[in-house]
């Protein structure tokens, strides 16, 4: 196992495989099937860390963990035009910038998936 690990995993449970899967963001192609969470949390990070020692050995790039990887806090979207006007109405309505009634839009969305 890698000593400084910092990859995102998620564990889910697989209803057609009826088994826990254990997955890497960073390594999408990779997954882990097992009885239990832990296990397939543990498997995954086995592979990982397997497939970055090979990468590694034949002197191949290597994905950067996504916990250390450096966020501007800007990246742009394109939107249709009629919705573009209807957000900058809105925002004006609620004596807002664009870019604030979008990040609060955003960061509101977030929330309403946790819950």
């Not at 990859?7 to 097992?34: K, M, Q």
């Not at 664009?98 to 309403?112: E, F, I, Q, T, W």
């Amino acid at each position: 196992m890698l000593k400084n690990d910092r990859y995102t995993y998620r564990v889910i449970w697989s209803p057609e495989d009826e088994e826990y899967v254990g997955l890497c963001v960073e390594f999408p192609s990779l997954s882990w099937l097992a009885a239990t969470p832990e296990q397939a949390l543990r498997g995954i990070r086995e592979v990982v860390s397997d497939v970055v020692a090979d990468l590694q050995g034949n002197n191949e790039p290597v994905p950067e963990p996504l916990a250390v990887r450096h966020y501007s806090g800007r990246f742009v979207v394109r939107i249709p035009p009629e919705v573009h006007r209807e957000l900058a109405i809105e925002a004006a309505e609620e004596g807002v910038s664009l870019n604030r009634l979008v990040s609060a839009r955003l960061s509101g969305s977030r929330k309403d998936r946790a819950a």
